[in-house]
T-cell receptor, first 116, second 113 residues
Framework: KAGVTQTPRYLIKTRGQQVTLSCSPI?????VSWYQQTPGQGLQFLFE???????NKGNFPGRFSGRQFSNSRSEMNVSTLELGDSALYLC???????????????FGAGSRLTVL | KQEVTQIPAALSVPEGENLVLNCSFT??????LQWFRQDPGKGLTSLLL?????REQTSGRLNASLDKSSGRSTLYIAASQPGDSATYLC????????????FGKGTKLTVNP
């Protein structure tokens, strides 16, 4: 079956612009979570959506936002881009309900954002 | 606040060697622990998930153990191969069995032919 698909794979933006990244989860998966990966901070949790509702949120400024659609596809948006937003943005989907303890996350290949 | 540490940050071994990667966490009240592999420029591949009630999990040449009381997990790789070269990360949920994971910085493994 198809894996987690993220688009675009690579993009270059300039400071002050905004960007929207897309994630299509594995068919049947209802949870989509987003992570930011940088060389300095490693992998950091951004937010998680389940059935179109934000279920968890990490410690990122309000410039980072997301949403999930009825077909479980998710988008994240970063407004007023800063140089420090350059990173690999990873999306993951899972099928299990919160608390089941069997939430194996399947990650996409990521969207690499460069802010100039 | 949960913190995850992985030692060493990098490891280089000759092909065929057995090796152990270490992961420690500060809050022992974890629900599970996952080990992932990341190839350069790629996403993460889940290798093993150990439930809090389990002591170890095995998949092929990989064996992961979990000791909650001491806040440690190890990933054992038997008979290493050049194809095992990658960065290995461990992660634990911040609450319950949620998808909000805290990751270690990873161990970059190089297996030399």
């Amino acid at each position: 079956k198809a894996g987690v698909t993220q688009t675009p794979r690579y993009l270059i933006k300039t400071r002050g612009q905004q960007v929207t990244l897309s994630c299509s989860p594995i068919s049947g998966h209802r949870s989509v979570s987003w992570y930011q990966q940088t060389p300095g901070q490693g992998l950091q949790f951004l937010f998680e959506y389940f059935s179109e509702t934000q279920r968890n949120k990490g410690n990122f400024p309000g410039r980072f936002s997301g949403r999930q659609f009825s077909n479980s596809r998710s988008e994240m948006n970063v407004s007023t881009l800063e140089l420090g937003d350059s990173a690999l943005y990873l999306c993951a989907s899972s099928s299990s309900l919160q608390g089941s303890g069997a939430n194996v996350l399947t990650f996409g290949a990521g969207s690499r954002l460069t802010v100039l | 606040k949960q913190e995850v540490t992985q030692i060493p940050a990098a490891l280089s071994v000759p092909e065929g060697e057995n090796l152990v990667l270490n992961c420690s966490f500060t809050d022992s009240a974890i629900y599970n622990l996952q080990w992932f592999r990341q190839d350069p420029g790629k996403g993460l591949t889940s290798l093993l998930l150990i439930q809090s009630s389990q002591r170890e999990q095995t998949s092929g040449r990989l064996n992961a153990s979990l000791d909650k009381s001491s806040g440690r997990s190890t990933l054992y790789i038997a008979a290493s191969q050049p194809g095992d070269s990658a960065t290995y990360l461990c992660a634990v949920p911040t609450q319950g069995g949620s998808e909000k994971l805290v990751f270690g910085k990873g161990t970059k493994l190089t297996v030399n032919p």
